[in-house]
């Protein structure tokens, strides 16, 4: 079995860099903590999509270990398609528009 593409939405993108420079504002620890703690887990969601719960009918969803932040993506046939990277405080499914069928 081969690995699939990661694509990321541009507003996922949009969403790790307000996250980044969040982080950064604080400290630049924490902000490497960040982007170490995500690029972990879209390793994982890449290799194993099947191992995060379906979170809506269309999507999984991989939460972070340490950070309050979801990664919420698509499986397609060839492809990861990352739709938002969502902080546990947003409103819940605010990124719904997103996804496709």
């Given at each position: ?12 993108r ?9 982080y950064l ?6 902000a ?8 972990a ?7 194993h ?9 269309n ?5 972070l ?6 990664v919420?993506?698509?499986?397609k ?13 947003r409103?819940?499914g ?8």
């Open positions: 079995m081969s690995r699939k593409l990661l694509c990321i939405r541009f507003e996922a949009e969403e790790i860099n307000a996250a980044f420079e969040w504002q604080r400290s630049s620890r924490a490497e903590a960040f982007l170490s703690e995500l690029d887990a879209l390793a994982l969601v890449v290799s999509p099947q191992f995060h719960p379906v979170y809506t009918e999507t999984r969803r991989s939460i270990e340490r950070l309050p932040y979801s919420i993506f698509q499986e046939d060839d492809t990861i398609l990352v739709v938002a990277i969502a902080h546990a405080k409103r819940q605010y990124w719904a528009k997103r996804v496709k069928p």
